[in-house]
């Protein structure tokens, strides 16, 4: 009985805490059904549901009482918003709660496997998530750990170089024009670099 207070009042705790967040990025969403669907997509992000996916639970779609996952899928793949400016209004938060001089940065890669060739800078590689080469993206993390916790800070989508020369295929698969090929030590070392002038104390 004692255990399950506590799960609620963590969960409660969790809640709020997601509430404050929202509070920050959710001017980063113009209209008001994407800065619900935001809202909704962070809470479900947390929630004892094991698998998460655009139906049954990412952004909430069957909670919500929605037919079909279309408004996650809306807020997920066409919904215009700065993912830049909410990844800092993130490391903000994350500087007031868990700032912290003797902090340490913390940077791997991981891969996403897919099928087909569409997309953004899949290709038969190296996986670390299946342990061989398997058709996948893969991204570059950079987290943060402290005494008082530790948590996701960046991220980059590794564009292998066949990628960056193939123009039409980055043209159909939306590719932005300034992104270019770069290592993946040359994105951690980018992601470090932003945490640095972001004012991330990290020892």
């Not at 909704?40 to 998460?52: D, F, G, M, T, W």
């Not at 030590?185 to 640095?196: D, E, F, N």
């Amino acid at each position: 009985m004692v255990g399950e207070r506590v799960e609620v009042l963590e969960a409660a705790g969790w809640a709020k805490g997601i509430e404050e967040v929202h509070r920050r990025i959710g001017v980063r969403f113009y209209r008001l059904e994407p800065r619900w669907r935001s809202l909704a997509y962070l809470k479900e992000l947390i929630s004892p549901v094991e698998r998460k996916n655009g139906w049954s639970a990412t952004g909430g779609a069957e909670q919500a009482g929605d037919a079909t996952p279309d408004g996650v899928q809306r807020l997920l793949y066409n919904y215009v918003w700065h993912a830049g400016l909410v990844r800092d209004d993130l490391r903000d938060y994350v500087i007031e709660h868990l700032g912290d001089a003797d902090g340490v940065l913390v940077v791997d890669e991981t891969g996403f496997l897919k099928k087909g060739t569409k997309w953004v800078g899949v290709q038969r590689q190296y996986s670390g998530t299946a342990g061989r080469i398997e058709n996948c993206q893969i991204g570059v993390f950079l987290s943060y750990a402290t005494s008082q916790g530790r948590v996701l800070l960046d991220r980059e989508l590794y564009l292998p170089h066949v990628w960056s020369e193939d123009g039409a295929r980055r043209r159909e698969a939306g590719v932005p024009e300034g992104v270019r090929f770069r290592t993946k030590p040359q994105l951690a070392q980018k992601m470090v670099a932003r945490a640095k002038e972001g004012g991330v104390p990290f020892r």
